[in-house]
């Protein structure tokens, strides 16, 4: 359910954060829709001395196909005035150039980390939001993995650990994330949400280690960008010249494996078994840890085998 559709009912008043939660989420669904020329922006998402010097248009009227006029230049100020005269006239957006949505994006993602200060929102508001950040800052990844792409990387961690943090209930929200489709921008953020929650499970109890935790999740799969499509997308088993091409890279086994590098395995493991996917259907959580324990323990730690299991609420006798 995406951060829109947990307002209140429309016949109540919206608080500011509920106002601000549906204008990210709109945009969010909004650049992901390539063929648009131009993005629209609801006025609820400028926020006045954040907003990037970008510029921003107005939809012409009875202009087919829609033509759009300038309202804000680059380098030019906008006023409070200026955004209550279009709300009263019926305007609900502004629009910017698919050309500035990167920097527009990032915006965004600043925004989504000052939320408490801006305007303080539910945790399963935020908690939405934040996926559906993660979730595009994982696709610029894989198309570019620029070390300040993966920076923005672990600002999106950084705030799922901020969450957990301030409320250690709030993982049952977190779990929510971890599944639901098999696409592997989604399947990234849902192994990282898991990683976080389970090395704070196993004992990892301080943020920056549990951001470490996160960011091995949510990159897991970065290597893929390197491999060819069809290695990535071949159906059976690789032989061995395959194989080379994937660059494993050190063969290590047993304790020489880091802690996060096990819990990542773990949920990485858990996650695809729990995902729809196009050559299986998703299997509940017990069945999930049966697979695991019966045919997969000897490339897990049975130790955080244990304890995941145990925060889905399940038994590990």
Request: glycine share 6%.
């Amino acid at each position: 359910m995406s951060a829109a559709e947990k307002l209140v009912p429309s016949q109540e008043p919206l608080t500011e954060a509920q106002r601000l939660a549906a204008a990210i989420d709109r945009y969010y669904a909004n650049i992901s829709r390539l063929t648009l020329e131009y993005v629209p922006v609801n006025l609820d998402l400028i926020i006045l001395h954040k907003i990037p010097d970008v510029a921003l248009f107005l939809p012409q009227a009875g202009t087919q196909p829609v033509q759009y006029s300038p309202f804000r230049g680059k380098g030019m100020y906008v006023s409070q005035a200026e955004l209550d005269t279009l709300a009263a006239n019926g305007l609900t957006e502004l629009y910017i150039q698919r050309v500035d949505v990167p920097v527009f994006t990032q915006y965004v993602e600043s925004v989504l980390g000052e939320l408490d200060t801006i305007s303080p929102m539910a945790d399963d508001q935020k908690v939405g939001l934040l996926r559906s950040s993660a979730i595009h800052v994982m696709g610029d990844i894989f198309n570019a993995p620029t070390p300040e792409n993966i920076q923005r990387g672990v600002k999106a961690v950084s705030g799922f650990v901020y969450v957990l943090m301030r409320d250690p209930k709030a993982y049952q929200l977190l779990l929510s994330l971890s599944s639901h489709d098999h696409y592997t921008l989604q399947h990234s953020v849902g192994v990282a949400t898991t990683a976080i929650i389970l090395a704070k499970k196993f004992g990892v109890n301080d943020e920056a280690s549990l951001i470490e935790a996160g960011v091995g999740g949510l990159l897991h799969d970065i290597g893929k960008t390197s491999v060819p499509k069809e290695i990535i997308n071949k159906k059976g088993p690789l032989d061995e010249t395959e194989w080379a091409l994937m660059n494993y890279p050190m063969g290590l086994r047993g304790e020489q494996i880091s802690l996060y590098a096990k819990i990542v395995t773990l949920c990485d493991i858990y996650n695809a078994i729990t995902t729809d996917r196009s050559y299986s259907q998703a299997k509940p959580p017990f069945e999930a840890f049966k697979l695991i324990k019966d045919k997969l323990s000897h490339k897990i730690d049975l130790k955080l085998y244990e304890a995941l299991v145990q925060i889905y609420g399940g038994k590990t006798t």
